[in-house]
């Protein structure tokens, strides 16, 4: 395994092209280039002199022609930026507005048209490089990873929801949802070789391969059975489709980068890599088929390991022994090195060994760092243990204050609809109303005209019969503006009891949209502390395991203290007062110095 210097700060993506030529990291500020071996051949960058700019994804296009890279900063709107791989120049810069450090991986299509990005507010974005299209959908969680299936027509999306999506490419429609991680999806891969088999890596400590066609889980790599089981942050296929690369992150009691056999389900013999400082961000292999040019690359901290196989070394000799060289010219600095250290070493233990009481004094002084430095981290982990404490508790009320919400808003949404039956009901009355009202307005005004008519008939022709049709015309008149008065009245009453229920109709809408919006907030923030639970329980179980290391190298140096110093010895220092014991070593103290000296020149 070779272990090339890698970047000034952690390595977050890796990405090889489709030949295995080239392997790119993203770190820091920059992007850099390698051989499939791990020589370093380039360094590309943008904007960089004003040193704020972070990579935090790198692809190749299918070609390997281009590489498309994210740049992030605080406070500035993301940048994905493609260069032309063999001239390093900048080929296009591509804003993307209103996000602001929130795209968390990119993806190309097979046919090289096509960018999907992965965002922390849910969205997963189809961009086309011609810029004639832009489709987006997505999930109600930050999206980790994107992964275009070989044939280019589905898009696999995971989330720290713990669920992965399907969508089809070309009409960005949703197809099915895959559950059955219990934590965050950081990554999904498709087969090279099965086009309808798909893996994906989660916080949850394993690693699942889907059916695509059935929709349903074919085979689960490592169990849940160990609470501290480290999470899976990055999952790769062979070329072949046979093994499976994990890069696991803290807690890993073995390596944190393992080789699974798929066929046997079982890390296979010598596939667990070894070397590594640091929880392992990403792994990728070489997709070359070619059994000559074999190759994974994984990310921990800073660094970028590369391991081969031997016909993979024959076939870089040359570049094998320039590795080689390097690494014997590291091998002997650091031999000089430890020579050096080596002396100086003899030297303080010449000074221990000829002033024993002070050797005490100095193993006792050490116990109590060692026993303040447990201690200190006992109580960061009841600090952490705490904090997660109240951070369920209130993830817990969170969820109990949902259900009468919900019930809130079910119950306005009731009254809203029938507010507004009762006001429709009521607008159809005032239609009626307004109708009979004016009906009436005509009968009145109809039978005064004839009650004018009857009388002046009976003025120019008195007679009974005439007096008396003349009476009866004027009371049917009378009773005729009566009841056009008791209609306008009516009228009145359901113009009034129409406005009172249309503001009543108003104000319920309103306050059912209240009520929902203040549902959709708890549900949010349910999703937000069910993330913060999971962080935090990950530390909480990090900051336990440094503890316990703590508290038992404590009472390893309580042993040893107890194996090398006598108790007359002991009793000797306690009777003597600090300046005796101090002056008592200092002669030989002096001497180690001059040795320790020497050895450094």
């Keep these: ?40 051949k380039s360094q590309l960058s943008w904007r960089a002199e004003e040193r704020k700019w972070i990579v935090s994804s790198v692809a190749f296009t299918p070609d390997g022609t281009l590489l498309a890279c994210v740049f992030v900063a605080a406070g500035e709107d993301d940048h994905v930026v493609i260069f032309d791989v063999p001239t390093g120049e900048e080929k296009r810069a591509i804003g993307v507005p209103g996000c602001s450090n929130a795209l968390n991986a990119i993806n190309f299509s097979p046919d090289n048209q096509s960018l999907a990005l992965a965002k922390t507010n849910g969205d997963v974005t189809l961009w086309r490089l011609s810029g004639d299209d832009i489709a987006t959908a997505g999930h109600f969680a930050a999206v980790h990873t ?4 070989n044939d280019g027509k589905q898009l696999a999306s995971g989330c720290a929801d713990t669920n992965i999506k399907l969508w089809q490419v070309d009409n960005a429609r949703f197809v099915c949802e895959l559950t059955a991680h219990t934590g965050v999806v950081r990554e ?24 695509t066609v059935l929709k349903c889980v074919q085979l689960q790599i490592r169990d849940r059975v160990d609470p501290l089981q480290p999470p ?23 390596s944190v980068c393992e080789m699974w056999s798929i066929k046997d389900v079982g890390v296979i013999e010598g596939g667990s890599i070894i070397g590594h400082t640091d929880l392992c961000a990403c792994v990728k292999y070489s997709p070359d088929p070619n059994p000559k040019h074999e190759a994974l690359a994984s990310a921990s901290g800073k660094y970028i390991y590369t391991s081969v196989s031997n016909l993979t070394a024959k076939s870089d000799a040359i570049a094998e022994a320039k590795a080689l060289e390097e690494m014997e010219a590291k091998q002997a600095a650091l031999m000089e090195q430890a020579a050096v250290e080596a002396a100086a070493k003899a030297a303080r233990e010449a000074a221990e060994l000829s002033a024993q009481k002070k050797k005490v004094m ?10 303040a430095e447990a201690d200190d981290a006992e109580a960061s982990w009841q600090a952490m243990e705490a904090s997660r404490v109240a951070v369920a508790e209130s993830l817990e009320s969170a969820r109990s204050s949902l259900a009468p919400l919900r019930a809130d808003m079910e119950t306005k949404m009731m009254f809203f609809s029938q507010v507004a039956a009762d006001a429709e009901v009521a607008t159809e009355e005032q239609a009626e109303s ?24 009976a003025t120019d022709f008195p007679n009974p019969d005439n007096e008396k049709l003349a009476l009866e015309a004027v009371k049917q008149h009378e009773a005729a503006k009566i009841e056009r008065e008791e209609a ?3 009228v009145k009453k359901v113009i009034a009891e129409c406005e009172k229920l249309t503001a009543e109709k108003s104000e319920s809408y309103q306050s059912a949209s209240n009520s929902k919006e203040l549902f959709e907030q708890a549900s949010t923030e349910v999703l937000e502390l ?12 990090a900051a336990k395991i440094k503890a316990d290391a703590e508290r038992e190298q404590a009472l390893s140096k309580q042993q040893q203290l107890g194996e090398e110093a006598p108790a007359e010895l002991e009793e000797s220092i306690d009777m003597a007062s600090p300046e005796e014991a101090v002056e008592e070593g200092a002669p030989t103290e002096a001497a180690a110095a001059e040795v320790e000296g020497n050895a450094h020149i």
């Design 488 to 490: 306008l009245e009516h």
């Design 434 to 457: 307004i109708i009979k009202q004016k009906a009436t307005m005509l009968k009145a005004d109809d039978l005064e005209s004839e009650a004018v008519m009857l009388n002046q008939n």
């Design 1 to 40: 395994m070779l272990k090339p210097e890698g970047h000034a700060n952690r390595v977050q993506s890796l990405s090889f092209s489709s030949d295995g030529e080239v392997l790119a990291s993203a770190g820091a500020s920059n992007v850099k280039l390698w051989t499939r071996v791990g020589h370093f």
């Design 362 to 371: 100095l193993m006792k002084a050490e116990l109590a760092r060692e026993a």
């Design 146 to 149: 994107v992964a275009f299936s």
């Design 232 to 254: 899976v942050n990055s999952v790769s296929f062979s070329p072949d489709g046979l093994h499976l690369a994990l890069g696991l992150g803290i807690g890993s009691q073995r």
């Design 530 to 541: 069910m993330h913060q639970l999971e962080t935090i329980t990950a530390q909480a179980a």
């Design 188 to 211: 999904v891969q498709w087969s090279p070789t099965q086009s309808t088999l798909l893996a994906s890596a989660s916080d949850d400590g394993t690693v699942i391969l889907w059916d």
